[in-house]
């Protein structure tokens, strides 16, 4: 360390002032930044960027358009932000090729905002009137930590990643600072893992360090199954050298010498945007041999899977790495010893690692200071369903769901009111209106019958039935069980019946006592979470709208009417492998 | 031909750890389809047997084993996406292509699936046409998506 230590520190040095150089350049030119996540080209993103560009070429100006990630606020996407050099950022919402064609003509071409089109603004200078964004609910509320660049900085640009202070975390980590003080500042950071287990960080590095092998892996979950969450994608699409720095402070942590980042083939912006920023690292030294001049070597690649949920369970995700049916494997022994490929290996979320950076930047005390208490730093929530104002939004721990739901999603539409609220992903919990007064935090949300998981909180407002998003979660976890453990397969199974005959006023009296059996029995007798949380959805559902399942039950009703008698959804869990063709074939005779 | 394709993309691929499923994602990626003939490729190409790739092949839902049609549309069924109407949509997407539930059309033009979650939640329901997300999608827009003008395509049961 001592004969290496200064080299980190001056190869940052000229790493910052290239940066530096590089953002001031962009800034003394009009910048126009189109989200383009997925949540932007949904909205029709593609068709606003493109006209952004034809505008900007036909008028021949000196503007730069950008595609930038998601920055949480997707109930306005497509979202453009226009920065003319010294004013402020100022936001367009729900932005057509039309009003690109405008704002164009007005804010690039004669210099002049639209306060009757703006959302608002972010930073210093002059807003012409224009409501300033910190000022809003959806924006004060927030503390933006790990997502703190999404949608600010062109993704995999790493000049403009280290001007706004990326790799000065790690850079202090490799200047002067030992793998076990990186482990301790993560500890007193109080950080706790964000892919559901919330389990102590700093504790889990010391596992890995403290592993015997000379070859150790990090591992990075993207798998991201949950439908209703998209904040891993988020942070991969909007800042993927967050999640680079972040991993390398980790594996440098943890003595590791490579790591992956699992992604889910077909996710092809969060694929490509790790790609090109991977190959960004190591063209300036950050990712390869002798990081930053330092003895330290580490590199990362993105390891694909297919579409299987269960692809997100640790072991299961090692399989898939290894090119295997990811199916769960029996632990002891756990990966800290032996995990890919039969090395020590550490599975962290990619929200978990996108934390890293900015702790190591401003000390694991900073971060400690915000949140409440066991619950440290921030959850990045994904809002969705009967909201106002769905999006990504990263609040510090110790909120009231109240104010998260009410005060940055906006409520439920007019006319109507939120009745339940499913959370932490399919195998988390639903809870009801009463709930909105919890503390948001892990302890909280667990005694509360639900999980914070990965982030996502559906909102259901009082049109929609508790049975019938209960048999949609059930259908989802029936379709994804791996197969590997009958109590799983066979249980979700009789639990899809089951609720489908309730949907269908066809329920009996014993049906609610029938399903309890069957989860507990798949809690007892399941390898992995799929089967143990199994019966999450339905336990949570009857305890606190136990009446809307007497309803179907007892007075073959759906109280609000939505349990149609038909429920479509994929006919099959996996195909068939004997298929004709295959069956023809010589090797399957023998 | 079909060979030369397949091992072109089994050998091709970019990141330094080739496996069996990295092999079969390559092919989807290139033929769409994983047919006969890939599955004895990458079984050599990784020195394992038909059935282990067979295994693996059979387990992932993203492949398929009979080439691809001409068009793809994904449906959302995601709980999101189902509070936010998804399965008028559905039904919608199987009305219109003349089908009982997922799979190809009779005419092998069109692939209608049933997606977990597309991802892009804050805009339920979302639908993916031939890789286009597209969001807050109601049985009219999701009709215009399928329309004869931009596709060549006539829906079975579409009227338009």
Redesign the interface.
Known sequence: MTTTGSAPASAYESLRERAQAHWAALESRPLVRVGMD??G????G?DVVASFRTEVASHGLQATVSEVGCLGL??A?PLVDIKLPGGPRVFYGNVTPAIARELVESCLVKGVHRPDLALGTLGEGPAHGIPRLEDQPYWKLQVRVATRLCGTVQPADLNQYVANGGYAGLAKALAGMTPKAVQDEMTKSGMRGRGGAAFPTGTKWSFLAGARGAVKYVLVNCE???????ND?GILEGDPLTLLEGTTICGFATGAVQGYVFIR????GPIEKT?AAIVEARKAGLLGKNIMGSSFSFDI?????????VSGEETALME???????MPRARPPFPANVGLWGKPSNINNVKTLAYAPEIMRNGGEWFATIGFERSKGTAIL?????VKR???YEVPFGLKLRDVVDGIAGGSPEGSKVKLL?TGG?LGGVLDARSLDLTLDFETMARAGAIMGSG?I?V?DDR?CAV??TR??VA?CQ??S?GKCFPCRLGMTNLLETVERICQMQGQAQDLDLMRSIGTTMQAGSLCGHGQLGFNPISSAIRFFEADFRSHIVDRRCPTGSC?AV?????R?????T?E??AK?E?AKT | MLRERVRKAITSQ????V???????AV?DEMGYIP?EAVEEVAEH?QST?NDV????????????TSPMERVVEV?????????GA?EV??CA?ELLGMQ??GDTSDGKVTLK?N?????????P?VMAD??????CTPERLAALLRAERTGYHAPGAHS
């Open positions: 997925a949540t080209r949904a909205a029709g593609l997707c109930f996407e991201e199954g949950d439908p209703g969450a998209f994608k083939h077909g996710n092809d790609r690649d993105v390891a694909l899977t297919g579409e299987s949920y898939a790495i290894e090119g295997k049916r990811s994904c809002l969705t369903g009967a769905p999006g990504m499913q399919p996502g559906i259901g929609v019938d998003l949609n979660l989802f379709f994804e791996c149609t429920f479509l959804k994929p006919t869990t996996r195909p068939v492998a298929s063709w295959y074939r090797y | 970019p990141q330094p750890v496996t069996v499923l990295s092999s079969l994602l989807e006969p990784t038909v067979w295994a693996v092949a059979s387990f992932y839902t993203n492949f398929r084993f959302c069924w995601g709980p999101t996406c189902h509070l936010m399965q559905m039904r199987q539930g997922e049933y977990t979650c597309l991802g892009a939640c804050s805009q339920a979302v890789h286009k997300l597209v969001g807050r």
